[in-house]
């Protein structure tokens, strides 16, 4: 044993650092430690480079030739590991609690509460002019494109989602700039790149037969209009052989909306256990088909959703799942176009169908970066990103899988999941799971479904806060799960932080166009990364409350 500069012990090896065995309790002292050390990793940008290296190096000896401390530190069986363990992850958000109290915003010197725009007995703030959205065929587009709002008013811009032979291949943006029409001559340039790209994407196979589709919709109910809307839209779907079952998520859940009767193909189970993990795997368990598909109650799915779906896997058995394409429904509120312009809305945005695969096996220990290869159905690498940038692999609210695979992976995991206090993370969890092991998941954007984004800044800023969340847990649970992941994380780190900083650093300085229509009242870019920045150190402490929860024995 050997003494830190601060007194306290700690062993020789790869685990220096850690520290055992103080007088006071484990993870208060831990969590000093940590939130001092985040002060100083903060505050000098060499300290927080001289860390990374030293994780990488530690993180080399116990991926390696320390597997049993690794275990020990999976199975967390440890109590006094645990609460190290614990004031460790927690005390760099304490300290950034501490630092966001100071900085926080005055209240007035009267004591009243500040102003918020549009609440009660005040006048609501003026929003953005909506953006009208349109799909529209490449070989006959309309002559002409109305500015009108149906509720009165104009649209600020035209948004036109181009197929080209029934498939999706690109959208164009046009403004109205105050005309009453946008006319066909006017869109007719803005078509011509889509037409040349469309020539260089291989033809879609066909669907020779249509597999058993099971339709899962997990619901607390409380977007009634989204779940029926949701339904009507299944309702409506092209496709011959498929049912769908709505999972009810509520602890007791009253009387179900008369208006269910009138979809003969749903099925409703109820799952008590809160989360929307645990709902999922319930709908898996009861799926009838050989695909299961996932969707949410704020989503309305396209006619051609499930047979995209379905002609994917059929044309590519390597593919264990697929995902789509998500546009907005609507662009109407300050909110939804902030969000657009933030993420560039849900999922990827690729207007050709494309596998994901791991261009290089896990290794059994050390660092390996952990690095996705797109490619085409010809074969053509189109890039690569991270594995860990789980934007560019999809979204739960359009997925699917082949049955059978899912089942294998004992379904998802019930301590990620909004519902949980992690709040997210179970789809980005999964699709890393999966292409971990070996498979490939598929992409088509003629999976296509259209996504009510948030409609208001408090429920966006809700949204963003549960992304950087479940962002950092799901990091911590799929290490937990397999600790060669703690490798491939470290070695992701430096190229990481440079995405990141870039990433981060654009948006922090980023502010909204200047624009008559915005609202000098809306939400800004800056806000809501330092809220998503925020929001990621929390996402460690939250798993572990969540991983205690999942312990607990069913009632």
């Known amino acids: 044993m050997r003494r830190g500069r601060s007194g306290e012990r700690f062993p020789a090896g790869p685990l220096r650092g850690a520290t055992f065995g103080p007088p006071r309790p484990p993870a208060r002292y831990a969590r000093g430690r940590s939130s001092s050390r985040s002060g100083a990793a903060t505050g000098h940008p060499r300290t927080m480079l001289d860390l990374i290296r030293a994780t990488q190096r530690a993180v080399c000896n116990l991926t390696s030739r320390h597997r049993p401390r690794l275990a020990v530190l999976g199975d967390l069986r440890s109590s006094q590991l645990r609460a190290n363990l614990r004031g460790l992850i927690e005390g760099p958000a304490s300290r950034l609690r501490g630092r966001v109290a100071v900085t926080a915003a005055p209240v007035p010197s009267s004591g009243a509460p500040p102003e918020v725009p549009g609440a009660p007995g005040q006048a609501a703030a003026p929003g953005l002019r909506p953006t009208r959205l349109e799909i529209v065929d490449i070989d006959d587009i309309p002559l002409e494109i109305s500015s009108a709002h149906p509720a009165g008013g104009s649209y600020h811009a035209l948004c036109l989602l181009v197929r080209v ?59 009634l209009d989204g779940v029926r809307r949701c339904l009507d839209s299944l309702a409506a779907l092209d496709y011959s052989a498929y049912d769908v079952v709505i999972v009810d998520n509520r602890a007791e859940p009253p009387a179900l909306p008369a208006w269910l009767g009138a979809f003969p193909l749903v099925r409703v189970l109820h799952e008590p256990r809160p989360g929307l993990s645990a709902a999922r795997n319930c709908g898996l368990a009861a799926a009838q088909g050989e695909i299961v598909a996932f969707t949410d109650d704020d989503v309305v799915v396209d006619r051609g959703w499930l047979n995209a779906i379905a002609r994917r896997l059929e044309a590519h058995p390597d ?32 207007f050709q169908p494309v596998s994901h695969r791991l261009k290089h096996p896990p290794g059994r220990g050390g660092l390996r970066r952990a690095t996705v290869a797109e490619v085409d159905d010809l074969g053509h690498e189109l890039g690569t990103f991270l594995l860990y940038e789980f934007g560019h692999l999809g979204t739960g609210a359009n997925m699917a899988f082949r049955t059978r695979v899912l089942r294998e992976r004992g379904g998802f995991d019930v301590r990620l999941g909004v519902g949980t206090p992690t709040q997210g993370g179970e789809d980005a969890n999964m699709f890393v799971r999966l292409i971990w092991d070996g498979h490939s998941l598929g992409y088509d954007p003629a999976a296509l479904v259209h996504h009510s984004h948030r409609r208001d800044d408090a429920a966006l800023r809700g949204q963003v806060a549960t992304f950087g969340t479940s962002f950092t847990a799901t990091l911590i649970a799929l290490t937990l799960d397999d600790p060669r992941h703690l490798g491939a994380i470290t070695a992701t780190v430096p190229e990481g932080i440079r995405r990141m900083t870039r990433l981060f650093a654009r948006r922090l300085r980023s502010e909204a166009p200047p624009d008559a229509s915005r609202s000098p009242t809306s939400i800004a870019h800056p806000d809501l990364a330092r809220l998503e920045l925020l929001s990621m150190l929390k996402g460690p402490a939250a798993y572990i409350r969540s991983w205690r929860r999942a312990r607990r024995p069913r009632s």
Request: proline content about 11%.
């Open 165 to 223: 032979a029934g498939e999706p291949r690109g959208l164009v943006t046009l403004p109205f700039d105050g005309a009453a029409v946008l006319t066909a001559a006017d869109i007719e340039p803005q078509l011509r790149p889509i037409r040349a790209r469309a020539a260089a994407v291989p033809p879609v196979p066909q669907l020779r037969a249509a597999p058993h589709v099971t339709v899962i919709l997990c619901s607390t109910f409380a977007r």
């Open 319 to 350: 593919e264990a799942g697929v995902t789509g394409l998500i546009l907005p429904a609507e662009l109407e509120t300050e909110a939804q176009a902030t969000f657009e312009e933030y993420y560039g809305g849900f999922g990827p945005r690729i």
